[in-house]
């Protein structure tokens, strides 16, 4: 997905976007439909102002494969599950939803330091930040 020459997210919204789709070269991926980016592969180039970002809501992001991501967010009722494949070199975090990334695998690459975080961790950093 490509602008005027540069990279721009992408937003999928709708019931079913994105189904048995191929996307390369996308700077981030939000799937906020429910059902959205199902049995699809999705190839991240990141840059500066995006960072390869990854979000999946409620029913989405299921059987798919997911390369070259910096952070993963699997929100909601299962979110990223059933068979998804993603290789990722930041965080992930998983909703504390039904089988929220249930029976899928994510690779981490690179060395270096990641967070498992789940949505109880984010819900306290919220009121940290809120009330902070």
Do not use: Y
Request: proline content about 2%; charged content about 15%.
């Amino acid at each position: 997905m490509h602008g005027m020459g540069n990279l721009v997210p992408a937003q999928l919204r709708g019931a079913k976007a994105c189904n048995i789709f191929k996307v390369q070269n996308a700077s981030a991926i939000c799937c906020t439909g429910s059902g959205s980016c199902k049995e699809s592969f999705f190839k991240l180039q990141p840059d500066p102002s995006c960072g390869g970002d990854v979000c999946c809501s409620e029913s989405s992001c299921q059987e798919s494969s997911f390369r070259s991501v910096r952070s993963m967010a699997c929100l909601g009722n299962n979110a990223c599950e059933k068979d998804t494949s993603v290789t990722l070199t930041g965080d992930l975090i998983v909703g504390a939803g039904v089988q929220a990334g249930g029976e899928s695998t994510f690779t981490f690459i690179n060395a270096g330091n990641h967070c498992v975080r789940n949505s109880t961790f984010l819900k306290q950093l919220l009121i940290f930040v809120w009330i902070g």
